[in-house]
C-alpha cells in the first residue's frame, strides 16, 4: 500500500488488522518485509502498520537532508494521512529504535506504549561516524547486497549463522531489494542523529526493551543502561538472536510483546 504524506513524499506500507494501533519501524539496511512474522502474528488482533523508511522499499527518499527527525516526522504524518489520530504503540529495531526515540521526543501526546528492540539511546562516537563515512563511500560503487554482505555476520547470533540459513538467505533478499541511494541517506542520518540520552527521564508510557543476547552491534550491557534510564521501562533478554531477534528468534520476540501488550491498561481503537 503507497500514501502520499504531506511532505509529498511516497509511503510504502502495510496496514493490516483492527483495533489499538501497532506501528513497526525496520532496521537498517532493511524494510517493512523484516516485520513479516509479526505483522502476521499481531495483525489478527490489532491495526498493524509497517512503514517503509524513506529511501527503503517502496517509499521515497528524504525530501530534505537526510534525518532521524525527519523520519520521526514522516511516520507522524503517516498516521494522520491514514486518520490514525489516537495514540499508538509504537517498535522500533536498531535504526527504528532511533525513529522511535525521535518521535518519542517530538511526537509524545501520541504515543501509548513504547518497544525499543536492540537499539541505543547514544549517538555515533568518532570510531562509528567514520565507519559510517567508510560505508557511504565504498557504497556509491556497490549494489545494496555487496553493501549488505560485510555486514550480515555481525547482524547475527552464532545460532542463526550456523543453523538457520532460511534467516540468512532472506535477510539477503531483503537487503538486495534496497536502493544504494537510499542506503547512502540513511547512513548519513544516523551518522549525524541527536543524542537521544537527555529525553530518556522525560519518557512516561510503558516501554518494553528486548536485547540480543548475542548482539555484538548493540550489546546487552547497551539495552540494560537503556532501560535504567527510562522510569517505565522493563528489559527482557531472548537467548540465541543477535542484533536482529524478531527474525532470529520470532515466536519468543512475539511472545515478549504480546506479554507486554496485555499488560497494557484497555485503549480505544485509534481509528
Known sequence: MRTRINTGAWVEHDDVGTGPTIVFVHAFPLSREMWRPQIERFGTEFRVVAPD????????????????????????????????????????????????????????HRLRALILANTRAEPDDETAKANRNRLIEQARGQTAGEIFEPLLPRMLSPTTLSHRPEVVDELRRIAAQQSTEGIIAASQALRDRPDARPQLGQISVPTLVIS????????????????????????????????????????????????????????????
Open 53 to 108: 523508511l524513506p529511501g527503503f522499499g517502496g517509499s521515497s527518499g528524504f525530501v530534505a537532508e537526510p534525518s532521524v527527525d525527519l523520519m520521526a516526522d514522516d511516520l507522524a504524518a503517516l498516521l494522520d494521512a491514514l486518520g490514525i489520530l489516537g495514540s499508538v504503540t509504537l517498535a522500533g529495531l536498531s535504526m527504528g529504535g532511533y525513529v522511535a526515540l525521535a518521535f518519542a521526543r517530538r511526537h509524545p
Open 212 to 271: 540480543g543476547a548475542d548482539d555484538v552491534i548493540t550489546p546487552p550491557s547497551v539495552l540494560q543502561t537503556l532501560a535504567q534510564a527510562i522510569p517505565t521501562a522493563r528489559l527482557e533478554m531472548i537467548q540465541n538472536a543477535g542484533h536482529l531477534a524478531n527474525l532470529e528468534q520470532p515466536e519468543d520476540f512475539n511472545n515478549r510483546i504480546q506479554n507486554f501488550l496485555r499488560s497494557l491498561q484497555p485503549a480505544p481503537i485509534s481509528s
